[in-house]
Structures are given as C-alpha cells and as structure tokens.
T-cell receptor
C-alpha cells in the first residue's frame, strides 16, 4: 500500500485565494482526519470523518474552512478565502476501528501551505 | 474532552544516554496511547503504542510505560543515537467513539554526538 497520499506537497498562494488540499486514505480505513500543525499551536485536529460522514468539525477554525469526503478514497480540505495566518502544514491521517480499540492513525506526508 | 500534557518541551542528551519523555492525560476512559516521532520536514510516524490492558511495552531501545491510576505514560529511549533527534508526540485516545485522539505539544529531543 502506498500509505496516505496528499497533494499538493507544497502550496504558495496569495491572500484571498481559494486553496484546496487533497487526501487519499489507506484503502480499507474507515476514519479520516485532517490536522493542522504550526509551531505555536502544535498538532490540531480540524475535522474527522467516519465512513465518509463528518463526525466532529469542532476544530475547524472558522467558516472559511470546509472539508468533504465524497467517497471512501478521497477527501478535500478547502480554505476560501485564504489568509496569511492559515500558513501551516496540513496533515491527513487515516485509521480503522476494529472491535473496541481505536487503531493507529497513519499520517500522510503533509501539505505545506504558505499564504502571502 | 481529553487533555494531554507533555514534558519536557525540549530535551538534550549525550549520545548513549537515556531519554525519558512524560505525558499525562485527563480522561480515565482513554485506553490507547501511541507515540509518534517527527523528523524535520517529515510526517509524524508511529514508533510504539500501548493499550490500557498492559503496563509496559518494549521494542528494542524504546519502551513505553503506562500508569492508569496516575493517568500518565512515558517514553523511554535507551542508548540514544544522533538519529533519535526529532520531535516526539504522545497521544491519548478514548475508545468506542473511534477517534478522539489528542496529541501532546511535543518534545524536541536532541542527541549530541
């Protein structure tokens, strides 16, 4: 398996532009997570999906952020309009839930976003 | 919700010495505790994990201990090597809801040759 795939790996954009980040989870995983990592705030959970359904989006900073998972193999995180404070590394992770235990989350390589 | 605290935030050791990183969690329902290593510019990668039905787990130079009563768990790295230098994150997960994994703030470990 190729692991969790994210694209693009790097994104530089100007303030006000729309940014779309993409993620392909590991095949067979039924949970997908979006995280944001910054020096100041560390790893923050933004939103997670179970079987393509958003379960908890309480970590989404504001209405400019939205996430979708149209099918089991694809998810997007969209920022519109983008702002300089959105600059961060965005990680996607996936896992599966077996019996009563949460299984390991596997992280993608991340998208390094810079908003000028 | 769960709250995870991690100490120290930075740790510098001499090559060959041991390193210990400690985490505490708040929700006694948490039952899964992974540790991730993140090298500069790379993704967090799982290095070891422990579930609440065991108190200790070892994998070569790495070990994790769990004290459920005190709600703390620790990562122990023995015979440290320069390639162990990275940021280490602990996390705690609550069962059954499938996902509520909270990460500590991270510890930057530097192993000096």
């Amino acid at each position: 398996d190729a692991g969790v795939i994210q694209s693009p790996r790097h994104e530089v954009t100007e303030m006000g532009q729309e940014v779309t980040l993409r993620c392909k989870p590991i095949s067979g995983h039924d949970y997908l997570f979006w995280y944001r990592q910054t020096m100041m705030r560390g790893l923050e959970l933004l939103i997670y999906f179970n079987n393509n359904v958003p379960i908890d989006d309480s970590g989404m900073p504001e209405d400019r952020f939205s996430a979708k998972m149209p099918n089991a193999s694809f998810s997007t995180l969209k920022i519109q309009p983008s702002e300089p404070r959105d600059s961060a590394v965005y990680f996607c992770a996936s896992s599966f839930f077996a019996r009563e235990y949460q299984e390991t989350q596997y992280f993608g390589p991340g998208t390094r976003l810079l908003v000028l | 919700g769960e709250n995870v605290e991690q100490h120290p935030s930075t740790l510098s050791v001499q090559e060959g010495d041991s390193a210990v990183i400690k985490c505490t969690y708040s929700d006694s329902a948490s039952n899964y505790f992974p540790w991730y290593k993140q090298e500069l510019g790379k993704r967090p990668q799982l290095i070891i994990d422990i579930r609440s039905n065991v108190g200790e787990k070892k994998d070569q130079r790495i070990a994790v201990t769990l004290n459920k009563t005190a709600k703390h768990f620790s990562l122990h790295i023995t015979e440290t090597q320069p390639e162990d230098s990275a940021v280490y994150f602990c996390a705690a997960s609550i069962p059954l809801d499938g996902s509520d994994m909270r990460f500590g703030a991270g510890t930057r470990l530097t192993v000096k040759p």
